[in-house]
Nanobody, 124 residues
């Protein structure tokens, strides 16, 4: 079955850390760019971070720059989003997604595979 399966997420206090994982099943993740996106209640889905397939170039939204780190392990068909110094405004459902190389890091342009989403809640 071709799918992206996410894990991680949960409830964390402000300033805490979480790591999200994204496992590809039924296809080779290495040939795709990977994006992480999030959607908070009442808001549009937005890009958080992307990592290219060809050279590992990364992109970060200004709101997460310096706090989040995107990585990939092509040998394991996995991608990760390490989130540090979390803030209440980071609360959202987080999704991983894939698309062909050089796709701009925008939610509307990533339309190959999407993970099921995982809730991240930052609250004291």
């Amino acid at each position: 079955q071709v799918q992206l399966v996410q894990s991680g997420g949960g409830l964390v206090q402000p300033g805490g850390s979480l790591r999200l994982s994204c496992q590809a099943s039924g296809f080779t993740l290495a040939i795709y760019d990977i994006g992480w996106f999030r959607q908070a209640p009442g808001k549009e889905r937005e890009a958080v971070s992307c990592i290219s397939s060809e050279d590992g170039i990364t992109y970060y939204a200004d709101s997460v720059k310096g706090r989040f780190t995107v990585t990939r392990d092509n040998a394991k068909d996995m991608a990760f989003l390490q989130m540090n110094s979390l803030r209440p405004e980071d609360t959202a459902v987080y999704y991983c997604a894939t698309d062909w190389p050089r796709t701009p890091c925008e939610a509307s342009l990533f339309d190959d595979y999407w993970g099921q989403g995982t809730q991240v809640t930052v609250s004291s």
